[in-house]
């Protein structure tokens, strides 16, 4: 097993596999004067180390106790579902650990475990598990998509998701920023299938679809503002920052576009960089996972852009209309010009069959003739 209760310290302490040969013999030279006993049967155990099995504790005298096997079971299967991630992932996994370990000595009602340590776990088993009072949350860590493991990570995540849920857990999936790819146009991700599954909700996106409600209709946000033509769903996806930076979390709040191809995701501000201590601040018994005042300013922002951006839309199309306005007059005049063209042509024309007419050059005496005649003929 790898976990054991350190009792001066009085908490669970996982051995660590990249212990040096001095270290693991002080290991094992502190665990016969009595520092490590098992969780779970409370009795002693000592320090052992193989090629094979790497360093892990033992009970003393035959097998463990059948909870010890049963976290050992459970801790096969951890590595079976983890053995394609980076070395990078136990490096990240142990710091954001300590972080949250601090955080339960601040706020008692927390409390965090390694989660192949939590026995409600047993098809999938995340890397922590969370507990705030009630609210829980299984929290995974993904340092390996690439083309030929993203559509099985996206699938597992699927499942996962599922499955933490009917335990009444929150899934977060934390994915390694070398993944981040942003489209042409600098305002949207392109994602991977597994990116895409784990888009989650958290209370800043729940900010953003009261402040987006208000601000103005989506479809009239879309127009002005050439937003995706999506629902006002807004989520999160959260980045663990790079090998060669400080570790930190960076979220994006964003727009799905579901039909796009590959996937894609246009987000709303521009991301910004939490430690860990700031990300995992709580309210209301709940993970921030964000600045909720630089989301505020954010927003300001939004909003001015979109009124800038209204602005100049109705500008626009205020020219397009005149121009169209001007465009169908022309169309209108030129048919009349024609009609009045046609109509002086005619009149011209009876205007000289009328001055050439046999009545017009006759006498009063001969018109009066010709008015008798005509009478006589129609009667």
Same mark, same amino acid.
């Given at each position: 097993?790898?976990?054991?209760?350190?009792?001066?310290?009085?908490?669970?302490?996982?051995?660590?596999?990249?212990?040096?040969?001095?270290?693991?013999?002080?290991?094992?030279?502190?665990?016969?004067?009595?520092?490590?006993?098992?969780?779970?049967?409370?009795?002693?155990?000592?320090?052992?180390?193989?090629?094979?099995?790497?360093?892990?504790?033992?009970?003393?005298?035959?097998?463990?106790?059948?909870?010890?096997?049963?976290?050992?079971?459970?801790?096969? #299967?951890?590595?079976?579902?983890?053995?394609?991630?980076?070395?990078?992932?136990?490096?990240?996994?142990?710091?954001?650990?300590?972080?949250?370990?601090?955080?339960?000595?601040?706020?008692?009602?927390?409390?965090?475990? $390694?989660?192949?340590?939590?026995?409600?776990?047993?098809?999938?088993?995340?890397?922590?598990?969370?507990?705030?009072?009630?609210?829980?949350?299984?929290?995974?860590?993904?340092?390996?998509?690439?083309?030929?493991?993203?559509?099985?990570?996206?699938?597992?995540?699927?499942?996962?998701?599922?499955?933490? #849920?009917?335990?009444?857990?929150?899934?977060?999936?934390?994915?390694?920023?070398?993944?981040?790819?942003?489209?042409?146009?600098?305002?949207?991700?392109?994602?991977?299938?597994?990116?895409?599954?784990?888009?989650?909700?958290?209370?800043?996106?729940?900010?953003?679809?009261?402040?987006?409600?208000?601000?103005?209709?989506?479809?009239?946000?879309?127009?002005?503002?050439?937003?995706?033509?999506?629902?006002?769903?807004?989520?999160?996806?959260? $980045?663990?920052?790079?090998?060669?930076?400080?570790?930190?979390?960076?979220?994006?709040?964003?727009?799905?576009?579901?039909?796009?191809?590959?996937?894609?995701? $246009?987000?709303?501000?521009?991301?910004?960089?939490?430690?860990?201590?700031?990300?995992?601040?709580?309210?209301?018994?709940?993970?921030?996972?964000?600045?909720?005042?630089?989301?505020?300013?954010?927003?300001?922002?939004?909003?001015?852009?979109?009124?800038?951006?209204?602005?100049?839309?109705?500008?626009?199309?205020?020219?397009?209309?005149?121009?169209?306005?001007?465009?169908?007059?022309?169309?209108?005049?030129?048919?009349?010009?024609?009609?009045?063209?046609?109509?002086?042509?005619?009149?011209?024309?009876?205007?000289?069959?009328?001055?050439?007419?046999?009545?017009?050059?006759?006498?009063?005496?001969?018109?009066?003739?010709?008015?008798?005649?005509?009478?006589?003929?129609?009667?």
């Amino acid at each position: 097993m790898k976990e054991a209760w350190h009792k001066n310290d009085s908490k669970i302490y996982i051995i660590p596999q990249s212990l040096s040969e001095s270290e693991v013999m002080n290991h094992k030279q502190i665990a016969r004067k009595g520092t490590f006993i098992c969780p779970y049967c409370k009795a002693k155990l000592i320090v052992k180390s193989g090629e094979v099995l790497g360093n892990f504790f033992s009970h003393q005298h035959g097998e463990g106790c059948e909870p010890s096997k049963l976290s050992e079971a459970r801790y096969r #299967k951890y590595e079976k579902q983890k053995k394609n991630d980076t070395p990078r992932h136990l490096q990240i996994l142990a710091l954001m650990n300590d972080e949250l370990e601090v955080l339960s000595r601040v706020y008692p009602h927390l409390s965090i475990s $390694y989660g192949y340590l939590n026995s409600d776990f047993k098809k999938y088993i995340p890397d922590l598990a969370l507990k705030i009072n009630a609210n829980k949350y299984a929290i995974t860590i993904l340092t390996n998509i690439s083309n030929s493991t993203d559509s099985s990570i996206a699938k597992s995540i699927q499942q996962e998701r599922i499955y933490y #849920k009917s335990l009444g857990f929150d899934a977060l999936f934390f994915i390694e920023r070398n993944n981040l790819g942003v489209d042409t146009n600098g305002r949207s991700l392109v994602l991977w299938a597994a990116e895409r599954e784990a888009l989650s909700t958290q209370k800043a996106d729940l900010h953003w679809v009261e402040f987006l409600s208000k601000l103005a209709p989506m479809n009239e946000q879309q127009k002005v503002l050439k937003l995706p033509n999506t629902e006002l769903i807004v989520k999160s996806i959260l $980045y663990i920052t790079p090998a060669n930076e400080e570790i930190a979390i960076e979220s994006f709040r964003v727009l799905e576009q579901k039909n796009a191809t590959p996937a894609r995701a $246009y987000f709303l501000s521009e991301p910004y960089k939490l430690t860990f201590s700031k990300a995992f601040k709580l309210d209301n018994d709940s993970l921030t996972l964000s600045d909720l005042q630089i989301e505020s300013e954010q927003q300001k922002q939004y909003a001015a852009t979109f009124q800038r951006a209204k602005a100049l839309y109705a500008e626009e199309q205020e020219k397009l209309m005149r121009s169209n306005q001007e465009r169908e007059g022309v169309i209108r005049i030129k048919p009349e010009s024609k009609i009045w063209k046609g109509y002086k042509e005619n009149n011209k024309s009876n205007q000289v069959d009328f001055k050439n007419n046999s009545y017009k050059k006759a006498t009063k005496n001969e018109r009066m003739e010709m008015l008798r005649r005509t009478y006589n003929s129609n009667n």
